[in-house]
């Protein structure tokens, strides 16, 4: 199995400012044939389910704020909330689906 | 759009089996190219994928619950159904179904998913 795992576990942010979240796998889920990263990140707020934010580690799904952004390739990844909005406190969770699925533990993000 | 929505006894006792169904609408669960999947997230936890099927026959299970689950899909309700045997407190969850989207035959990311169903398992 891929492991998947994510940094902070927890993250505080005042309004306005930067918010990054780290996702490392445990092999490259870059697929050499096509060039793209098998990664995908999830919002999810209490009571609700995981939302889709992004695929192929940096494309927004539709409707998506562009506040949200992804990056990284191979083996490191990265969510950035470039100027945190009150509604964006969730957890996140990376995923990876180049080998069947999974997840990584999720990171916290509060308001501070 | 499409959407799901999952459905089942809220507590059930150990060692007995589980039985939960998804009911999709907005798309037939019959399409080419269809996958859709169950997935699992223990209370305060992170998410776990159980596995899935396509229409076409083909089923994939998380190697962890393999020898204990199964997916089933009844098309005349465009419904699939998730079966776990063995229930354990470790079963103990919310159980989402979602719909994995597919490119060129491959399945790939989850969206949308359901709700989501919270199961016990407690005697």
């Known amino acids: 199995d891929i492991v998947m795992t994510q940094s902070p576990d927890s993250l505080a942010v005042s309004l306005g400012e930067r918010a990054t979240i780290n996702c490392k796998s445990s092999?490259?889920?870059?697929?050499?044939?096509?060039?793209?990263?098998?990664l995908a990140w999830y919002q999810q707020k209490p009571g609700q389910p995981p939302k889709l934010l992004i695929y192929?580690?940096?494309t927004r799904q539709s409707g998506v704020p562009d506040r949200f952004s992804g990056s990284g390739s191979g083996t490191d990844f990265t969510l950035t909330i470039s100027s945190l909005q009150a509604e964006d406190v969730a957890v996140y969770y990376c995923?990876?689906?180049?080998?069947?699925?999974?997840f990584g533990q999720g990171t916290k993000l509060e308001i501070k | 759009q499409v959407q799901l929505q999952e459905s089942g006894p809220g507590l059930v006792k150990p060692s007995q089996t589980l039985s939960l169904t998804c009911t999709v609408s907005?798309?037939?669960?019959?399409?080419?190219?269809?996958?859709w999947s169950w997935i699992r997230q223990p209370a305060g936890k992170g998410l776990e994928w159980i596995g899935r099927?396509?229409?076409?026959?083909?089923?994939d299970y998380n190697p962890s619950v393999k020898s204990r689950v199964s997916i089933s899909v009844d098309a005349s309700k465009n419904q699939f159904s998730l079966t776990v045997t063995s229930l354990t407190a470790t079963d103990t969850a919310v159980y989402y179904c979602?719909?994995?989207?597919?490119?060129?035959?491959?399945?790939?990311?989850?969206?949308?998913w359901g709700q989501g169903t919270l199961v016990t398992v407690s005697s």
């Open positions: 979602a719909r994995e989207v597919s490119v060129a035959g491959y399945p790939y990311w989850f969206d949308p």
């Open positions: 907005g798309v037939s669960i019959s399409s080419a190219g269809e996958f």
């Open positions: 099927f396509q229409f076409s026959g083909n089923t």
């Open positions: 092999q490259s889920v870059l697929y050499s044939s096509n060039n793209k990263n098998y």
């Open positions: 192929w580690a940096s």
């Open positions: 995923h990876q689906y180049y080998s069947s699925n999974t």
